[in-house]
Nanobody, 120 residues
Framework: QVQLVESGGGLVQAGGSLRLSCAASGNIFSINAMGWYRQAPGKQRELVALITSGSSTTYAESVKGRFTISRDSAKNTVYLQMNSLKPEDTAVYYC??????????????WGKGAQVTVSS
């Protein structure tokens, strides 16, 4: 019913930039919030950035000043602009959406993940 498709991952050198995109589609009535989480090998999945329907944003302390989350409501798409990348940013990045379906059912949906690798 609802699908999240991520794109934009890849390999970059330290100090470089990447932009991740996540498009939500399907039987969506409204989206309360969309965000990006990441999980590195041996570590717990953590919130990277979150944006609400009111455009409030939240960032992990480790990415503040370097990453920017934004959205295009008309396209149900969220972006994560990642600048000044560090090797410790290497992880699988997952898109997440907290939404209301067309039948007014609350749903938390996850994308399949996008690999981001930062070389030193």
């Amino acid at each position: 019913q609802v699908q999240l498709v991520e794109s934009g991952g890849g390999l970059v050198q330290a100090g470089g930039s990447l932009r991740l995109s996540c498009a939500a589609s399907g039987n969506i009535f409204s989206i309360n919030a969309m965000g990006w989480y990441r999980q590195a090998p041996g570590k717990q999945r953590e919130l990277v950035a979150l944006i609400t329907s009111g455009s409030s944003t939240t960032y992990a302390e480790s990415v503040k000043g370097r990453f920017t989350i934004s959205r295009d409501s008309a396209k149900n798409t969220v972006y994560l602009q990642m600048n000044s990348l560090k090797p410790e940013d290497t992880a699988v990045y997952y898109c997440n959406a907290d939404l209301l379906t067309s039948t007014r059912t609350l749903l938390v949906q996850w994308g399949k993940g996008a690999q981001v690798t930062v070389s030193s």
